[in-house]
C-alpha cells in the first residue's frame, strides 16, 4: 500500500520518527537482500510533536545527517506516515473491476473516512482470496493531504526526492514478511512501538486484519525517569533501554527507575492489550498465534517480558536484519544493537515504486 510519487526502480527507506530518523538502502542479491548503507541521526525533543512538525529545519538536517553518515548518494527515498491522520479500514464492497473501484472509491471512502474527502490522499487494495458471494474485501487507506505535504517539504528539503509515501505499519509487516517464514493459519500482530506513535498491524493469512495508531510510545517512559530522577533526557533515554548510569547519575537508585518504568509499562501495554482485545472481539479470525515487537520502544528493558505476562501471548522482539546480508562496510555490531528500531527504514527500503 503506498501513495506514489514519480517512477524510479529503487528507493532508499527513509523513517522520520519523532526522536531519530533512520535511513537504510538495500540491493537485491540473488533471491535475498544486502543492506548497502544504514544511518541514524537524532532528533530534538519535540521537533514532532503528535504528528505535528514543529521544527521543520532541525527535521531537515537530521534527514541530511542520517543519509550523510550512512554514505547514501541515493535520493529517491520511501517514506512513511502515521498517526490520528491516517486511517487504514478493510471494508467490505460488492465484487468489481479494479478501473470500477477506481472511479467509485472516493464516493465509497467517503463512508468510512472522518475527515473531508477532498483534505486527504487516498489509496486501495484489493485483498486477494476476498471475493465471496458477490462482495470483496478491499483495504482502503487515506492520509490528510497537510500531513504528505509536511513530509514531501522536507524530504525536498533536505535533497531528495520522495518517490514512495507508505504507511508505517505495513512498512514494518514488510521487513517481517522479509525476514520470517510465515503460516497462512497463524495470526501474527506487529507491534511497532515509536516514541510517540504505536503502530499496531495484524495480519491473517498474510493480509492485514485490524491496523491501528496509539498515541503513546517511548517517550512516556523518558519524561517519567526524568520527573523521578531529575536527570536529563539523554540520561533517561540511556536509562530506559537498561543503560548504566553516566556520571550525572551516579546516586541513581535503580529501584526509581524500575517503579518508574513499571507505572508506564502497565500503561503502554494496556493500551496495545486493549485494541489486540477489540481485533479478538470483533473478528471471526483466529485467536492471535504470537506478537513481534519491533520499533525504539520495543527496546525498553523487560518489555517483552511484560507484555507476554499481561496478554499470555508469545512474544518476541522482530529482528529487521535476522535473513538481510549486511555489507562488510557496515559496523554490524552497532547496527544490531539498534535494529528493532530500523523496522520500518528496513521495509521502506525494501519497496520498490512499481510495487502493487
Known amino acids: 500500500m503506498k501513495f506514489s510519487f514519480g517512477k524510479s526502480k529503487s528507493v532508499v527507506g527513509l523513517d522520520i520518527g519523532s526522536a531519530s530518523v533512520k535511513v537504510v538502502e538495500c ?34 538536517e537530521s534527514i541530511q545527517e542520517a543519509v550523510e553518515s550512512a554514505g547514501i548518494k541515493t ?24 478501473d470500477e473501484l477506481e472511479e467509485s472509491i472516493r464516493w465509497e471512502a467517503e463512508q468510512y473516512i472522518p475527515f473531508d474527502i477532498n483534505e486527504v490522499n487516498l489509496d486501495f487494495e484489493i485483498l486477494e482470496g476476498a471475493d465471496v458471494d458477490g462482495q470483496m474485501d478491499v483495504l482502503l487507506v487515506a492520509a490528510k493531504k497537510d500531513l504528505i505535504d509536511d513530509y514531501v517539504s ?28 510465515t503460516n497462512d493459519e497463524d495470526v501474527t500482530a506487529l507491534v511497532n512501538i515509536g516514541s510517540q506513535v504505536v503502530n499496531i498491524n495484524v495480519l491473517a493469512q498474510g493480509i492485514p486484519s485490524f491496523t491501528r495508531d496509539i498515541s503513546t510510545g517511548g517517550n512516556v517512559y523518558t519524561e517519567e525517569i526524568q520527573k523521578a530522577l531529575s ?3 539523554e540520561e533517561a533515554e540511556r536509562l530506559k533501554i537498561g543503560g548504566d548510569p553516566g556520571e550525572e547519575s551516579q546516586e541513581v537508585v535503580p529501584q526509581e527507575v524500575e517503579d ?18 477489540f481485533f479478538a472481539a470483533t473478528s471471526a479470525e483466529s485467536r492471535i498465534s504470537k506478537v513481534y515487537l519491533s520499533g525504539g520502544g520495543s527496546m525498553v528493558s523487560g518489555l517483552d517480558a511484560a507484555f507476554q505476562g ?25 547496527l544490531r544493537e539498534v535494529a528493532p528500531a530500523l523496522a520500518v527504514a528496513v521495509g521502506l527500503s525494501l519497496r520498490k515504486v512499481e510495487d502493487e
Open 27 to 60: 540491493s537485491q542479491r540473488g533471491k535475498g537482500h544486502e543492506i548497502l548503507h544504514a544511518g541514524i541521526a537524532p532528533l530534538p525533543p519535540e521537533a514532532i510533536v503528535q504528528g505535528a512538525f514543529l521544527n521543520s529545519g532541525a527535521i531537515v
Open 75 to 98: 535520493t529517491n527515498v520511501a517514506t512513511a506516515v502515521a498517526g490520528h491522520s491516517v486511517i487504514v479500514k478493510k471494508i467490505s464492497l460488492p465484487s468489481m473491476t479494479r
Open 154 to 181: 522536507v524530504i525536498t528539503e533536505a535533497g531528495l526526492h520522495p518517490s514512495v509515501i507508505d504507511v508505517a505499519a505495513f512498512a514494518a509487516s514488510n521487513a517481517y514478511e522479509a525476514n520470517y517464514d
Open 231 to 233: 536527570v536529563s533526557w
Open 260 to 277: 518508574a518504568m513499571r507505572g508506564v509499562t502497565d500503561t503502554v501495554l494496556g493500551e496495545i492489550s486493549r485494541s489486540l482485545d
Open 310 to 334: 499481561k496478554t499470555n501471548l508469545p512474544v518476541e522482539r522482530l529482528d529487521p536484519l535476522a535473513r538481510l546480508n549486511l555489507s562488510s562496510k557496515l559496523d554490524e555490531e552497532s
